[in-house]
């Protein structure tokens, strides 16, 4: 489905050569014991470059989620809010790129879920992750595995 959605966009505009898009600080936290599910963060920046300018799009670029080949095609774009003093999860279709403006997906906020892991990440392996946005095709970056403790410890 969202394979489906990033190739539609894809065949809406002409592809820009040139990545837009930067992305840091791409860290997948070590799954719960037990559990088939984690969350992926990191931050983006938007740069767009004469061909995207020139495509003069009213909202020029949005990021629909990411994929972890290796781990999982099955993810969901979320962001948190408290409800009745819980923080609860919820999902969200998009966050819009503005430029030069940086995006920053992490714990408390915005992320990525992804469901269903063929195997479980431990902490200190990498694994290739694949933005979906609209307009850019070839967003990636190698998201480190980290534990829950060394995420909150900024490590
Ligand atoms: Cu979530």
Redesign the pocket.
């Known amino acids: 489905m969202k394979r489906a959605l990033f190739a539609i966009f894809l065949g809406a505009a002409s592809v820009p050569t040139q990545a837009a898009i930067t992305v840091s600080d791409c860290v997948i936290r070590e799954p719960a014991p037990g559990s088939d599910k984690t969350?992926l963060y990191f931050s983006a920046v938007y740069q767009p470059n004469e061909e995207t300018a020139a495509l003069r799009l009213p909202n020029p670029e949005s990021l629909f989620g990411a994929i972890v080949p290796e781990l999982t095609d099955y993810t969901e774009l979320?962001d948190m809010k408290h409800v009745d003093g819980v923080m609860t999860?919820h999902r969200i279709p998009q966050i819009p790129l503005k430029p030069k403006q940086s995006i920053t997906l992490k714990p408390g906020g915005k992320?990525v879920?992804l469901f269903n892991l063929k195997k479980r990440p431990v902490a200190g392996e990498i694994y290739p992750v694949e933005l979906l946005v609209a307009f850019d095709p070839e967003v990636k970056c190698n998201a480190v595995v980290k534990t829950s403790a060394q995420i909150k410890a900024g490590q």
């Open positions: 969350a979320h999860m992320h879920m």
